[in-house]
């Protein structure tokens, strides 16, 4: 092959890149928009809809175990759903999760979610005290009528603050920064 060849084969390599590229952006910012805008529907589990713009006590002396928080703030290790929809999870006397979980969030849109939602990424010993609890959060999803977690991966913030996945492993929590890739996705579990 001569040069004039191989050059046009590596421009339409490129401009087929750049398509796939563009046509996935459009796709993937416009079904993240409908989602941001609540017309991919209302998120009926038992959450309810995810914003709650309460306010939770800093601590509590009661905690001995992970248990639903209500809406009227009612705390319970049982599904008491004449207490309103759930709000979150106590996961320590002074932490709660949040009891919407968005799958599947890549980084442009991270603080959309956030912002949605409401809540904060947790901290890294907060993703060490959700690791110690995942199995029992995940029971307690479950008996709600919602699903477990599932997955090994989520967003946190790091040390300085900044957002990072947080990838479990069997006796520790790995934080990887993933902001420049677009392309990749993870769970979006937030503190309340």
């Known amino acids: 092959m001569d040069e004039k060849t191989i050059i046009f084969i590596m421009v339409g390599v490129f401009v087929c890149l750049f398509l796939f590229a563009f046509i996935s952006a459009i796709y993937y910012g416009n079904r993240t928009q409908k989602e941001l805008s609540g017309k991919a529907g209302v998120y009926t589990g038992p959450a309810g809809e995810p914003r709650w713009d309460g306010e939770l006590p800093g601590t509590v002396d009661d905690y001995t175990a992970p248990r639903y928080v209500y809406e009227n703030m009612v705390e319970s290790l049982d599904y008491l759903p004449e207490n309103g929809r759930i709000i979150g999870y106590r996961i320590s006397p002074d932490l709660v999760i949040h009891s919407r979980v968005q799958y599947n969030v890549n980084p442009p849109c991270l603080e959309r979610y956030i912002k949605r939602l409401g809540g904060r990424l947790l901290t890294p010993d907060d993703a060490l005290l959700l690791k110690a609890n995942w199995g029992d959060i995940s029971a307690l999803r479950k008996k709600s009528g ?11 913030s790091s040390r300085t603050g900044m957002p990072v996945c947080a ?6 929590i790995w934080l990887k920064d993933m902001i420049g890739f677009s392309k990749f996705y ?5 503190k309340r």
Do not use: S
């Not at 919602?146 to 946190?156: A, M």
């Open 167 to 172: 990838e479990l492993h069997e006796n520790e």
């Open 146 to 156: 919602d699903e477990p977690l599932y997955g090994n991966k989520f967003w946190c």
């Open 186 to 190: 993870a769970p979006l579990i937030l």
